[in-house]
């Protein structure tokens, strides 16, 4: 069984920082991917981040630059830390877990509230 755990969400003004955390149980973080989708009020849900199992990262452009995403494989935990906010980023961020054949394994999202 996979489960994924959010944590770190809130409020933040424009310009300002949060560090999103995502709590993985299951074998199945250490090695594979894992990852951060975003979902703002109105719109679909899109691709955020990436890091492979040994480090290898992938940016949406529209964070590239601003967000880093990291884990911690002996914790089974991963990290988006965000920073210069602006209100575009406010939305439901989902961490996610890429198995082995193709599936995804979701978290149950926590909030993101950005404000000008």
């Known amino acids: 069984q996979v489960q994924l755990v959010e944590s770190g969400g809130g409020l933040a003004q424009a310009g300002g920082s949060l560090r999103l955390s995502c709590a993985a149980s299951?074998?199945?973080?250490?090695?594979?991917?894992m990852g951060w989708y975003r979902q703002a009020p109105g719109k679909q849900r899109e691709f955020v981040a990436s890091?492979?199992?040994?480090?290898?990262?992938s940016y949406a452009d529209s964070v590239k630059g601003r967000f880093s995403i990291s884990r911690e494989n002996a914790k089974n935990t991963g990290y988006l830390q965000m920073s210069s906010l602006k209100p575009e980023d406010t939305g439901v961020y989902y961490c996610?877990?890429?198995?082995?054949?193709?599936?995804?394994?979701w978290g149950q999202g926590t909030q993101v509230t950005v404000s000008s």
């Open positions: 299951g074998s199945i973080f250490s090695g594979n991917g």
């Open positions: 890091i492979t199992s040994s480090g290898t990262t």
């Open positions: 996610v877990v890429f198995g082995n054949y193709g599936q995804i394994y």
